[in-house]
């Protein structure tokens, strides 16, 4: 019964093939990318949200600018409507406290570079205590109470440098951060702070979204840098003393605010009523300038809609840009979108979501049927000629991920640009401008826009 399926996919799949004018995509296709590399906008919109706006972690006050920015910006381009979808978001705050030490036992302090986890509640004035470190969460986990009791965790675990998909790495990690603070406190500690998730040794810490659960007590959670972790997890090999660590975070999670996704859309000319939604997250972290992570995305879906439109093309499906609110901390954008969208009884044939970055284009993730993943493989040849090879069943995007709860049959695409350099940018103070490529960010772009015409005539 499969194979019969399997049959008719590719039967219908190849039927649609037949039906293409492959030199007069390949031409519009080619046209995309001469516009992008000549004449693209992506690098100067994004300069300009780094630099007019920068970070904006939601509910903060340069979020709520960054939605002017997104409105004015999509209402200077030729869509048929733009307007804003209001949500509520959590609201947490940095602080203007953040400093940690650790003393070795020949009494010296040595000041780390270290970021709160975002969520993480404050210190409370300074807070100390001697260190105990595991390699990983399962170590923890397992560890005896009377042991962790009062101390403060250090989890020294490293992303695996052999993975070739970094992605991979850091999803191996992302426990440590996420979920290491109520670990730690289960068996009693004080404090938390792990190795910051990086491939690359430096001096920038990493932050990043952390939980805390119903019933455990709420302890400080922070990411040292992966050269001061490296140093910390030597010392304390080496060293039969104890050591303790010190420090002060006045960090603190206020009420949640109102806030906005921002959308701009161009109504289908043949199925005004299916819609494809390209998209990224508006928010940030509120270190750096959120240029990669998701800077990026959002000039990607702007731009890559502007694309098609300079060629004078009319989609024949509403293409619906969507700048998603609080990825970072809550995913109350994505969220929301899919909820309101059900509500309205509205059609979502596909999404497209850019959230890994502006480097060079290697292809695209299917979150979808066979169908769908089918489709998304017959479109290679098309993408030959840029370089495009990564063609494969995968992750879509944590923004369009809930319109799959609503739309059982949707086909969601992720973006999937060369990974080995994000891990360097992300959640630090690095993750700027000047650390964006003008065309590796505008291949990405034209990339982005060519599957959208591609799904637009073949979907
Ligand atoms: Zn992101």
């Known amino acids: 019964m499969k194979q019969i399926i399997i049959l008719i996919f590719i039967s219908a799949v ?3 093939f037949s039906q293409r004018d492959f030199a007069k995509d390949s031409t519009m296709i080619r046209n995309i990318f001469n516009e992008s590399l000549e004449k693209g906008h992506a690098y100067e919109d994004l300069r300009s949200l780094c630099k007019d706006v920068g970070a904006r972690i939601s509910g903060s006050a340069s979020a709520e600018m960054a939605i002017h920015w997104g409105k004015n910006k999509l209402e200077s381009y030729n869509f048929d409507k733009v307007y804003l979808q209001e949500i509520m978001v959590p609201h947490w705050v940095r602080g203007t406290k953040e400093e940690g030490w650790y003393k070795t036992p020949d009494d010296k302090l040595h000041k780390v570079n270290m970021l709160a986890l ?13 260190i105990i470190m595991f390699q990983n969460r399962e170590e923890l986990q397992e560890a005896d109470p009377a042991k962790v009791k009062g101390k403060i965790v250090f989890i020294a675990q490293p992303m695996d440098q052999k993975m070739i998909n970094s992605f991979r790495a850091y999803g191996a990690c992302y426990p440590i951060r996420g979920h290491g603070a109520v670990d730690a406190a289960k068996k009693g500690a004080i404090g938390v702070i792990i190795r910051s998730l990086s491939l690359s040794e430096h001096d920038h810490a990493h932050t990043g979204t952390m939980k805390y659960e119903d019933g455990v007590k709420k302890i400080p959670a922070a990411a040292i840098s992966t050269n001061d ?8 090999k080496n060293t039969n003393g104890t050591l303790d660590f010190i420090f002060e975070m006045n960090c603190e999670k206020l009420p949640d605010v109102k806030s906005y996704n921002v959308i701009g859309e161009v109504t289908g000319s043949v199925h005004p009523d299916r819609i494809i939604t390209i998209g990224g997250h508006l928010d940030s972290w509120d270190v750096g300038e959120g240029a990669h992570d998701d800077g990026a995305g959002i000039v990607h879906s702007m731009e890559a809609v502007r694309l098609l439109l300079s060629q004078k093309y009319k989609p024949k499906h509403t293409l619906r840009v969507v700048f998603f609110m609080n990825e970072e901390n809550g995913n109350m954008g994505g969220k929301s979108y899919a909820k309101i969208a059900a509500e309205k009884k509205e059609y979502h044939v596909a999404a497209i979501e850019s959230d890994r970055g502006g480097f060079s284009p290697r292809g695209f993730d299917c979150d979808g049927n066979e169908e769908n993943v089918l489709l998304l493989q017959s479109f290679a040849d098309y993408f030959e000629p840029y370089f495009l090879h990564h063609f494969k069943k995968g992750y879509g995007g944590v923004d369009i991920g809930p319109l799959k709860d609503e739309y059982e049959n949707i086909a969601l695409f992720g973006f999937v640009p060369d990974s080995q350099r994000y891990f360097d940018f992300h959640h630090n103070h690095n993750d700027v401008f000047e650390n964006v490529n003008r065309r590796e960010l505008h291949l990405g772009a034209a990339s982005i826009a060519s599957l959208i015409y591609l799904l637009d005539n073949y979907l």
């Open 229 to 236: 972790a490296t140093t910390l997890e030597k010392i304390i």
């Open 14 to 16: 190849t039927t649609s």
């Open 118 to 130: 975002g969520g993480s509640v404050g210190t409370n004035g300074t807070m100390s205590g001697e």
